[in-house]
């Protein structure tokens, strides 16, 4: 298992500050890629001690990586606990704020409630637009290029896509790039850049990107956003798929040998179920994940689903 990261934009996912997002590749397959190596014990320290801004990329991963537990993370998550305290305090004063009926107390307590959920001088509109375009994290476009690239040839399953900004972005992004090259110039890439993956689609017929979703528990609501309203038509990925479950919508055919996505999962086993789902179905060709969300003990995953990763889970 070895890692890639890029940079994504932090945003607060809770009603408290939040730690830098992430973008992780895992991948069984080292083919035509430099052999990935473990960061090394000094450079490990270098990294802690803050003299090394990063590690070197891709690597593998081990035990004792820092990939999930990185310092702006535990940063962050010791101002999300006190953020936490914070809002409770502040509950109470709203409280009291509600009974006064005077509309500047009630103001007053509604910023300084605004002010810790979603940071300084950002509104809750502010926040709900972002959720609009972007779903729970931002992208970049190296982000968009790093999913594009590595699935450039099998494709892309997203579980857990919500109302599929994601999905949506990384398809414009696909087509874009693909109408920008020369059909030649695609056959160059993916045979300079085989990964030994059988690509089993005629290329027109090829969907580049599955996304997925049970509609179950969605940021936004489904009866403000819904397809007839003009922030789905520009955001939301109309080629949505519901679910009944991210294992019954992973196991499916079509989405054997794609690169698996998951981004921001919910906190608890689903990220988990899913990745073991993914393996288990095709563990000749379903060998990519991108994880895109915080490290351990942050707001998505669980333990279990960061230590696969870190001791190999039988990769």
Not at 55 to 71: A, G, K, M, N, V
Not at 113 to 132: C, H, M, W
């Amino acid at each position: 298992t070895y890692c890639e990261e890029a940079p994504t934009l932090p945003i607060r996912s809770k009603p408290s500050k939040p730690a830098k997002s992430e973008t992780c590749t895992t991948s069984t397959s080292t083919k035509s890629r430099s052999i990935p190596t473990p960061a090394s014990r000094t450079e490990r320290w270098l990294h802690k001690l803050r003299l090394k801004r990063e590690l070197h990329t891709p690597r593998i991963l081990t035990p004792s990586d820092p990939l999930f537990e990185y310092p702006l993370l535990q940063k962050g998550l010791r101002q999300r606990q006190r953020d936490e305290q914070t809002l409770r305090n502040l509950s109470q004063k709203a409280i009291a704020a509600r009974q006064s009926r005077d509309p500047v107390v009630i103001n007053q307590v509604f910023q300084q409630i605004s002010q810790v959920a979603y940071g300084k001088n950002v509104t809750p509109q502010i926040r709900e637009d972002f959720l609009v375009k972007y779903g729970c994290t931002g992208w970049t476009e190296d982000i968009l290029n790093l999913i594009v690239q590595t699935a450039r040839d099998r494709g892309v399953v997203e579980i857990g896509a919500g109302n599929g900004q994601w999905a949506k972005a990384i398809h414009e992004h696909h087509q874009s790039l693909s109408q920008s090259q020369s059909p030649s110039q695609m056959h160059s890439s993916f045979n300079n850049n085989d990964n030994n993956h059988t690509h089993t689609h005629h290329h027109k017929q090829f969907e580049f990107i599955m996304a997925y979703d049970d509609m179950t528990d969605l940021t936004l609501s489904p009866k403000i956003y819904h397809e007839h309203t003009q922030p789905a038509n520009d955001h939301f990925y109309k080629h949505l798929r519901k679910c009944s479950s991210h294992i019954h919508a992973i196991r499916k055919f079509e989405s054997r040998g794609r690169v698996l996505l998951l981004v921001y999962p919910p906190p608890g086993p689903m990220a988990m179920e899913t990745v073991r789902a993914y393996r288990d179905i095709y563990p000749e060709k379903n060998d990519v994940v991108i994880y895109v969300g915080e490290g351990k003990h942050g707001a998505n995953a669980d333990d279990d689903f960061f230590d696969y990763f870190l001791n190999d889970g039988g990769w």
